[in-house]
């Protein structure tokens, strides 16, 4: 089978393509045939070797890179039972771990995936893997997003932005969700109830008595979160960065959540993650697709900045 082999971290070209044996099949795995990816940021730093997961895969070899995927089962392993041969499925693979998924076949637990919906395309199963599952577990796991809490999501129209505003609003929450002017039009139509446009506008000036804060971006913004939060309430940070005085400060306001949020693989969310896309509740946004050929252009497209939604790589 094709596989993307990373040679050494660093730039794009080190992502080469190579033919190499099919993985074996453990007695609670299936043989996925890959018909579609999702690139996530996580992807791209890990490439690079700036985040913590290229010590992960340091120990593997061949390195493969990418946890999401939707495709068809080829093959069950002796023990599996929820799924059959010809099952359309999806799921984001061995998180945090070395996934493979940037390959023509995958062996991945069966505690990882869930069936693809009939109303959903293989290139949108893919998308709403990882980010979707940052989302929710962020909502769900990491923190409790009750109803009528009035949540601040930063970089509404990212990746997992986009869909932790159609999700808050299904929790019942009173959305406020951050981006450029650019992208207003397109996160209010994701059902934001305010928009706030980042560059023109100081959120934290014109913010105060949040509950919940979904912060995709650390820095300051994260210290500009913890201003605005009410007392107890709940901040859920996406990026590393956490410094001993943010410590101090989410002491200060007794704050709820997790500083260093690291999404799971569960095989039991994704089929929450079907259910909302089967009901319409949730509607993946692509922003480009690209064949299994121009891998590296999509790893481009991610680190331009300019990516609304989700970069999804098609292999059949």
């Not at 949040?210 to 709940?234: P, W, Y």
Request: glycine share 8%; net charge negative.
């Amino acid at each position: 089978m094709k596989a993307y082999v990373l040679k050494e971290f660093g730039g794009v070209d080190q992502l080469q393509i190579q033919d190499i044996d099919k993985p074996k099949l453990a007695s609670s795995e299936v043989l996925v045939k890959v018909k579609a990816l999702s690139v996530n940021p996580v992807d791209a730093m890990t490439r690079a070797g700036t985040v913590g997961m290229s010590r992960i895969v340091e120990q593997f070899s061949p390195i493969i890179l990418g946890w999401d995927f939707s495709g068809v089962i080829e093959e069950v392993g002796e023990y599996v039972r929820e799924f059959k041969v010809g099952d359309a499925v999806f799921g984001m693979v061995n998180f945090p771990g070395h996934g493979q998924a940037y390959a023509e076949y995958i062996a991945v637990s069966a505690n990882h995936i869930a069936l693809k919906p009939n109303n959903t395309t293989y290139a949108e199963a893919a998308a709403s893997t990882l980010a979707a599952l940052t989302a929710w577990q962020a909502f769900n796991s990491y923190g409790k997003l009750r109803p009528n809490d009035r949540v601040l999501i930063h970089a509404a129209a990212g990746g997992v932005g986009h869909y932790a505003v159609q999700m808050a609003k299904y929790l019942g929450a009173y959305v406020i969700g951050t981006s450029s002017s650019k992208n207003k039009e397109f996160v209010l139509n994701l059902g934001v109830d305010e928009h706030i446009d980042y560059h023109s506008v100081s959120f934290e000036d014109v913010l105060e008595n949040i509950d919940f804060v979904l912060d995709a971006i650390g820095g300051d913004t994260l210290q500009k979160s913890v201003k605005v939060l009410k007392e107890f309430g709940t901040l859920v940070v996406l990026p590393s960065g956490y410094t001993e005085e943010d410590e101090r400060m989410f002491l200060a306001k007794k704050l709820h959540g997790s500083c260093f949020m690291s999404v799971y693989s569960s095989g039991s969310d994704m089929k929450i993650i079907a259910n909302l896309l089967e009901k319409g509740i949730v509607k993946p946004h692509i922003n480009q697709v690209f064949t299994f050929e121009e891998m590296k252009k999509a790893h481009l497209q991610l680190e331009s900045g300019n990516t609304i939604g989700k970069v999804v790589v098609c292999i059949s």
